[in-house]
């Protein structure tokens, strides 16, 4: 009798954790459900980017500071992503680049701009577009990178204002 009220408990137990697993995963692609097939691709990158990290870190082939700070920048891109879909209800997100402060020289070379002066929605050397802070365990400023269209207007309108 106990050993069929052991196997009784144990397939409960296994019933509810497989139960817990699939409410777990349906809400997290549900939260995804809400966007187009274009923002859930993206966010199906991160996760991906995220696996692979992971599995590095299980490797030992990264150390404990590199995993932290790479999953931190793949949180911060997530963020971005669900906030522009959110606000714009666009099926559409523009190429995105995290940085921290420490890494501003990676996007803008050895002059880059001082994260402190950044404003939402400045353009940087017709390139970027400042998307703003996101603060996950430590700081990346967002940018997105302007499509070739973008960049040939801004550089047409900076012409246009030097000609008398």
């Known amino acids: 009798m106990a050993t069929r009220n052991g196997r009784f408990s144990a397939v409960l137990l296994i019933a509810f954790l497989g139960f817990t ?15 187009g097939p274009v923002v859930r691709a993206y966010l199906g990158y991160l996760r991906n980017e995220q696996e692979v990290v992971d599995d590095r870190v299980s490797r030992r082939e990264v150390s ?15 963020q971005m992503a669900i906030r522009l879909a959110r606000e714009t209800h ?4 523009p190429e995105m680049e995290a940085v921290s402060a420490d890494e501003m020289g990676m996007l803008f070379g050895s002059n880059p701009p001082q994260a402190a002066k950044l ?23 967002l940018f997105a990178r302007l499509d070739p269209y973008e960049q040939a207007e801004l550089t047409e309108k900076a012409s246009a204002v030097k000609r008398p």
């Open 64 to 78: 404990a500071s590199y995993y932290r700070h790479n999953s931190n920048r793949i949180k911060a891109l997530r």
């Open 21 to 35: 697993s699939v409410l777990a995963n349906q809400h997290f692609t549900s939260s995804d459900e809400e966007f």
């Open 90 to 93: 666009n099926d559409y997100l």
């Open 119 to 141: 404003k939402v929605g400045e353009v940087l050397r017709n390139t970027f577009r400042y998307l703003g802070p996101v603060r996950v365990g430590e700081t990346f400023h």
